[in-house]
């Protein structure tokens, strides 16, 4: 099989069409004889979406041992999430990933529902920490590590979006691709970048009645760039033509700027903005749901912790710095998809196959260098099309929560800032915002901003909660002998 081949090998009747293995072991190599809890292997992925797939299968496929673990039911990550059974065509491209995780279920060992909290060093080896979701402790010992953790949506704040019925974009298709819930009955999408556009084709078509997108750029951001956006044209012209046929109307320079209600989501306010997201003109726009996104959030917290320098992408964010061969400045770790810049599914997979040939010791033809290149490119044209510009600030009001876990109002930054706090955080030490449930993950960029600064990379040696039971029970695994 060349390294640019599409196929991914013959169907297993052990296999379910919904690309979850039924039976785990695939590679006797893998588990340790000692516990079912512990396990050895030449690479560990974490992430089951397009990166960590296709990295985890390219490996495999080149007879390296591989364990690939996800915190969801079934492989698929946040772009190919679906429900058992999912028809193929609820998803472009959803039926090839399904016989790609398939041909992994044969090759590798694939852990789904672990929950990795941390990963860990011993010399040349690496073990990653996992929580199962009945409190158990899972370590997997490596050799090379590939992180493939994609994003989480980056929310703005406004006045009211912490009422029920405003949620992010992500979380809107989340619902509807992962368990077939629509939303909403009268949906607004607002914010900024094309992936407001699936987001409200997905929920016109599945029955909603959306009011409208309000794209607080421009509508031709990619204009400049006409020889990298003429691969995505036929794409584009397919959401404008759903949208036309449900009646969507798609309106640039506009956003929402608050939501009102008692109980829940009862309307919008709609403004127009001038080129710095200043408000020029409001409406208000009854509703019962809001789906809203500004880009998104890299997932970088275990390279952090395991010392991989980061850059910072066209917008801002943090992202892990690699080679050209995905590899970090961590040795024995690589990294692929959005962890090291958003730049949707087909960029992911395809730093997936790099990354997954590198580690095998095998060269990156030189094909899937410049089509990383060329994608990579286009990724970053949509950062500068689709910025945050600083007008957002001033649809803030006092009252404003910023940090919804700790409940810290914009007047509470303010005071911080007033005192001498510097950056986001002296702030957070003063006012408490990213001290909750959250971590900051939420309300991390909106502080930064406020503080008058870029998003520093994240500093979480634990990167998702976990039971101190599961604690204890990793530290009696690792005292037997």
Not at 130 to 149: E, S
Not at 207 to 216: D, I, K, P
Not at 225 to 235: F, I, Q
Not at 240 to 251: E, I, N, S, T
Request: hydrophobic share 40%; proline share 7%.
């Amino acid at each position: 099989m060349s390294p640019t081949d599409d196929r991914v090998g013959a169907p297993n009747d052990r296999v379910p069409a919904d690309g979850v293995p039924d039976d785990r072991v695939r590679d006797d190599r893998v588990r340790d004889d000692r516990s079912s809890d512990h396990y050895t292997c030449d690479l560990a992925v974490v992430g089951g979406g397009p990166a960590g797939v296709a990295g985890a299968l390219t490996a495999a496929l080149r007879g390296l041992s591989v364990v690939l673990v996800d915190s969801g039911a079934r492989l698929g990550g946040q772009y190919f999430r679906h429900p058992p059974g999912a028809a193929r065509a609820s998803t472009p491209g959803l039926d090839r990933f399904l016989r790609q995780a398939r041909a992994l279920g044969e090759r590798a060992e694939v852990l789904l529902g672990h929950q990795v909290w941390t990963v860990t060093r011993d010399g040349d080896r690496l073990t990653v920490h996992c929580q199962t979701p009945d409190g158990r402790a899972v370590a997997i010992r490596c050799r090379d590590l590939l992180i493939a953790t994609g994003a989480h949506d980056r929310p703005l704040p406004f006045p009211g979006w912490d009422l029920p019925g405003v949620l992010t974009a992500g979380g809107a298709q989340a619902l509807l691709k992962g368990n077939g819930v629509v939303a909403g009955g009268r949906v607004v999408v607002a914010g900024t970048g094309p992936f407001l556009l699936p987001v409200a084709t997905g929920l016109a078509g599945a029955g909603a009645e959306v009011l409208g997108v309000f794209e607080a750029n421009g509508g031709l951001g990619l204009a400049r760039h006409p020889v990298l956006a003429a691969g995505k044209a036929g794409e584009a012209a397919g959401y404008g033509l759903a949208m036309a046929r449900h009646r969507v109307p798609y309106r640039t320079h506009q956003a929402v700027i608050a939501a009102h209600g008692e109980r829940g989501l009862e309307s919008v306010t709609v403004a127009r903005l001038d080129a710095d997201w200043n408000v020029l003109a409001t409406r208000e726009l009854a509703c019962d749901t809001l789906a809203v996104g500004y880009g998104f959030v890299p997932q970088i917290e275990l390279g952090v912790e395991l010392g991989c320098e980061t850059r910072q992408d066209a917008d801002g964010m943090p992202v892990l710095a690699v080679d050209g061969h995905q590899r970090t400045t961590a040795h024995g770790v690589w990294a692929a998809g959005e962890p090291v810049g958003v730049g949707g599914r087909y960029l992911a997979e395809l730093e997936g196959r790099i990354a997954g040939l590198a580690v095998a010791g095998e060269p990156v033809p030189g094909v899937l260098a410049r089509r990383r290149r060329r994608m990579r490119a286009f990724g970053e044209a949509l950062h500068h099309a689709y910025p945050v510009k600083p007008g957002w600030q001033g649809w803030l009001r006092d009252d404003t929560l910023v940090c919804r876990c700790e409940e810290v109002p914009v007047a509470r930054v303010r005071a911080a800032l007033e005192l001498g706090a510097t950056d986001a955080r002296s702030v957070k030490l003063l006012a408490r915002p990213g001290m909750g449930w959250c971590q900051g993950r939420v309300c991390g960029y909106a502080v930064a901003c406020l503080a008058g600064e870029s998003p520093r990379p994240p500093r979480r040696p634990i990167a998702q909660p976990i039971s101190l039971g599961a604690l204890a029970d990793l530290e009696l695994k690792l005292d037997t002998p």
